[in-house]
């Protein structure tokens, strides 16, 4: 599904008066990409991806979804956060379920697509284990198998990854360019990693300090799976790093 904003900014009414988050940005994302938006903290990162969510609606200009306005959140446009925000009175297996339970999918297909999906995410052996008892990485991955059950045609992630280890992080690296590969969604990935977002991105957009620009865009032409540690990632991660510093550097 391709995702579009035309001429938005975002204005927040704050104690000190309008605090501009988001300056005038363009931005249009083709069906299937998978893109990540860079950018220092506060820069208006979570406000784009909302505004992309229909949880926050542009000051200025509009937001487009397969062609259509966003007027408000839809089952085809799921978003997944830091923490990962699973229900604690369910079990793994039902926090999977639980957006088809809630779309009135039979029981024997719920559980059908909940094992496939624990088992896409490497956690097919933990479907009885309480939310409490999993690891950060296993939350994550419950909540992205939770959020890929209901099959959206967009995942939009907001620093999923922030708060995990380097080798976890790794993995689950690993883990969605696998899923995205099989899935062809598209998806929009926000993160302050410059590393991150090139092992990740088809395209990294850098955007500036507050009020956040789109400041450069770099395509990335790398062979998929493509792990941290790989040398070739080295040259686009000094580039984009680059970006940020010049534009941090400015009054
Ligand atoms: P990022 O995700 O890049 O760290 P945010 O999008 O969360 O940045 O915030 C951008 C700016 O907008 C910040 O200065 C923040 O304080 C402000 N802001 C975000 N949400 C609100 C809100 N609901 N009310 C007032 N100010 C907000
Ligand atoms: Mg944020």
């Known amino acids: 599904m391709q995702l579009e904003l035309r ?12 605090v501009l988050a988001l300056g005038k940005l363009d931005l249009v994302i083709p069906d299937g990409e998978f893109v990540c938006i860079i950018g220092p903290s506060g820069c208006g990162k979570s406000t784009l991806l909302n505004i992309l969510a229909g949880l926050s609606a542009p000051s200025e200009g509009e937001a487009y979804a397969g062609g259509q306005p966003i007027c408000g959140p839809d089952p085809s446009r799921v978003m997944i956060f830091q923490d990962a925000a699973l229900f604690p009175w369910l ?8 957006g088809l339970k809630m779309q009135g999918c039979a029981k024997a297909e719920r559980r059908e697509r909940a094992r496939h999906l624990l088992a896409m995410v490497h956690l097919e052996q933990f479907a009885r284990a309480w939310v409490h008892e999993l690891s950060g990485g296993m939350k994550q991955r419950v909540a992205l198998a939770r959020a890929l059950a ?10 999923p990854f922030g708060a995990l280890d380097a080798i976890t992080r790794d993995l689950l690296h690993n883990e969605l360019q696998m899923i995205w590969m099989q899935t062809g969604k598209t998806v929009v ?9 090139v092992v990740l991105g088809d395209r990294v957009v850098v955007m500036s300090p507050r009020p956040g620009r789109i ?37």
Do not use: S
């Not at 079990?91 to 999977?96: H, P």
């Open 7 to 18: 001429g938005v900014r975002k204005t927040f009414q704050g104690r000190g008066g309008e």
């Open 91 to 98: 079990n793994v297996q039902a926090n999977v379920e639980f």
């Open 150 to 159: 209901i099959d959206p045609a967009v995942l939009l992630l907001d620093e």
């Open 189 to 197: 990935f926000i993160t302050h990693n410059v590393r991150e977002a």
């Open 215 to 251: 400041v450069a865009q770099h395509i990335i032409t790398l062979p998929r799976p493509r792990q941290i540690e790989d040398v070739a990632t080295t040259q686009f991660t000094r580039r984009i790093l680059e970006d940020l510093q010049l534009k941090e550097a400015l009054p």
